[in-house]
């Protein structure tokens, strides 16, 4: 047991230290959203005198913070499904299905993982513009989906690679065309891994902030994180008022997070299996 405790403290200080790191931004944002100007400007690193709720108030009101939480809802959640849609049939062609090329196509995908958007971005917005859905919310549900589908797919396949081949095997034998082994035993069975992949990319799409700006330039139509940005201005600012915009964005991402952290640590995992 003395020789077991040592290497517990050695693994625990680092994830200490490490969970430190990421709590301390949060808490330090919700200090500074408690604030006034001045008590920013003279310290902005000491405590809050008090706690002054209508900071929060004031960044709702300052910006159009409930149509932007609106429309960040609604493309989440569009690109969400079309993401787990395509995905889920991509990765159980590729992990099941045998047909010429196949390996060759999760090569491409896996070599689209390695191609930052800031790459693509010029031509993706010649092509949106040439399409007429720039500032357009189904523009950014396809940009979304065009961006993070690789991933999707990379996940899926992975995990989909994990179920025996005799199980699709048994369904044809059974009578189930492809549409049926994918509709009756593939998704049942992706289930986890669906769920772990959609909050993932949930938090990916609810993050963005430059494929949002890049393609919905109108005030009107910005997502939630786009319209917090526009609380800062340009020569001057009233942080703790920013500090409160980005509270606000951050809360539907904390409550995902807390009640569904087992589901994002397998998503993050789930990649690693073997195939």
Known sequence: MSRVRPSR???ALPMALLALATIYPLV???????KTRREYVLDRFSLADALRWENIATAWNTVDMGRY???SVGTVTAAVVLLLLFGSMAGF?????RFRGSSVLFLGCLAALFVPFQVIMVPLNRIMAD???VDTYPGLV???VAQF???TIFLMTSY????PTEIVDAARIDGNSVYGVYRRIMLPLGAPALLSVGILNALFCWNDVLIALLLMPSAEHRTLMVGVTSLRGQYSADIPTFASGVLIAAIPVLVVYLFLQRQIADGVAAGSTKG
């Open 9 to 11: 403290w050695l693994l």
């Open 28 to 34: 330090f944002t919700a200090n500074v959203a408690m």
């Open 69 to 71: 939480l609106a429309n």
């Open 93 to 97: 062609a590729l992990s099941q299905l």
């Open 131 to 133: 399409a007429g859905l």
């Open 142 to 144: 396809l940009a979304y």
């Open 149 to 151: 589908l690789p991933f």
């Open 160 to 163: 989909y690679r994990t179920i």
